[in-house]
């Protein structure tokens, strides 16, 4: 598990650990955009639910994590609450208005985004391997953009914008992972990120109530899947993989999304894309090794 990049002191047993984490983190992100894309209800309102329904699922762990939480902690925290709320607005907005395809893919700009970040506010230099494997992806991204029949230019710069809010989150938030267990971490995000969208949702008029059920069932499984399993699992696993590596495995979500697109939704990606999604691989295995 050494291509990771784990931290020198984690164990063996820990990184075989985080590893299976991070399987189940990226299976879980990919059906993300299926999901919202069949939730009758405005994004704002998805995001808002979801996040406070994460939140209330792990409160058990922030009952007990509070008190050891330093006040710089708390601060931190609700700055990336407010960034993943927002992250979550910006990019279920993008899934209505243009293809899931490329939605998943421009929110996937995330590596380059991170490693601005961090060299900017950290002067972390990205390593070689990982400016090497983001020049591999790139062109598979753009091939995979190449099907522009469901292109709209306010859903493709929403993505754009939701991979800098997510970038802006990792850097945040890896600050207090070295010191804050997972899910402490990810309660008070999302309590934040809730309190945030509700808030804005009851300033515009959103409706914010008043679903269907079938929205409510898939609000549950984008909770127990897409929040849970994968916004924790990359929450857990940020304590011992640096930000650059996590942001470069989430290039995976628009393979695994395009595929669940073209087997629920009957979005049938054209050849291009098949072999963008090849180059993505191969640039997340290069900048992972």
Same mark, same amino acid.
């Given at each position: 598990?050494?291509?990771?990049?784990?931290?020198?002191?984690?164990?063996?047993?820990?990184?075989?650990?985080?590893? $299976?984490? %991070?399987? *189940?983190? !990226? &299976?879980?992100?990919?059906?993300?955009?299926?999901?919202?894309?069949?939730?009758?209800?405005?994004? #704002?309102?998805?995001?808002?639910?979801?996040?406070?329904?994460?939140?209330?699922?792990? =409160?058990?762990? &922030?009952?007990?994590?509070?008190?050891?939480?330093? +006040?710089?902690?708390?601060?931190?925290? %609700?700055?990336?609450?407010?960034?993943?709320?927002?992250?979550?607005?910006?990019?279920?907005? =993008?899934?209505?208005?243009?293809?899931? *395809?490329?939605?998943? %893919?421009?929110?996937? *700009? /995330?590596?380059?985004?991170?490693?601005?970040?961090?060299?900017?506010?950290?002067?972390?230099?990205?390593? +070689?391997?990982?400016?090497?494997? &983001?020049?591999?992806?790139?062109?598979?991204?753009?091939?995979? =953009?190449?099907?522009? +029949?469901?292109?709209?230019?306010?859903?493709?710069?929403?993505?754009?914008?939701?991979?800098? *809010?997510?970038? $802006? @989150?990792?850097?945040?938030?890896?600050?207090?992972?070295?010191? !804050?267990?997972?899910?402490?971490?990810?309660?008070?995000?999302?309590?934040?990120?809730?309190?945030?969208?509700?808030?804005?949702? $009851?300033?515009?008029?959103? +409706? #914010?109530?008043?679903?269907?059920?079938?929205?409510?069932?898939?609000?549950?499984?984008? #909770?127990?899947?897409?929040?849970? %399993?994968?916004?924790?699992?990359?929450? @857990?696993?940020?304590?011992? /993989?640096?930000?650059?590596?996590?942001?470069?495995?989430?290039?995976?979500?628009?393979?695994? $999304?395009?595929?669940?697109?073209?087997? !629920?939704?009957?979005?049938?990606?054209?050849?291009?894309?098949?072999?963008?999604?090849? #180059?993505?691989?191969?640039?997340?295995?290069?900048?992972?090794?």
């Amino acid at each position: 598990m050494r291509f990771l990049g784990f931290d020198p002191e984690t164990t063996p047993a820990q990184r075989t650990k985080v590893g $299976a984490v %991070l399987v *189940l983190a !990226v &299976l879980g992100i990919s059906s993300s955009a299926v999901l919202v894309r069949g939730m009758q209800a405005d994004p #704002l309102a998805i995001a808002a639910w979801r996040t406070l329904g994460a939140a209330v699922v792990l =409160s058990p762990a &922030l009952l007990r994590g509070l008190p050891a939480l330093r +006040r710089r902690d708390v601060i931190d925290l %609700l700055g990336a609450g407010v960034l993943l709320g927002l992250h979550f607005w910006s990019w279920f907005t =993008s899934v209505t208005l243009t293809s899931i *395809l490329r939605s998943t %893919l421009l929110v996937c *700009l /995330v590596p380059g985004w991170t490693a601005l970040l961090e060299w900017m506010l950290r002067g972390t230099v990205p390593t +070689r391997r990982h400016l090497l494997g &983001l020049a591999i992806a790139l062109p598979g991204l753009a091939l995979l =953009s190449g099907d522009d +029949r469901h292109a709209s230019l306010d859903g493709d710069l929403l993505a754009g914008i939701a991979g800098l *809010l997510w970038a $802006a @989150y990792l850097v945040v938030g890896r600050r207090v992972r070295q010191r !804050v267990d997972a899910a402490t971490t990810m309660c008070l995000v999302c309590l934040a990120g809730s309190l945030t969208l509700f808030a804005v949702g $009851a300033g515009t008029g959103v +409706r #914010l109530t008043g679903f269907p059920s079938s929205t409510w069932g898939l609000l549950a499984l984008a #909770l127990a899947g897409p929040q849970l %399993l994968g916004h924790q699992g990359f929450a @857990y696993a940020l304590r011992w /993989v640096p930000a650059s590596t996590l942001s470069t495995l989430m290039l995976l979500e628009p393979v695994g $999304a395009t595929l669940l697109a073209a087997l !629920v939704l009957h979005e049938i990606p054209q050849r291009e894309a098949v072999l963008g999604g090849a #180059l993505v691989l191969a640039g997340v295995w290069t900048a992972s090794r």
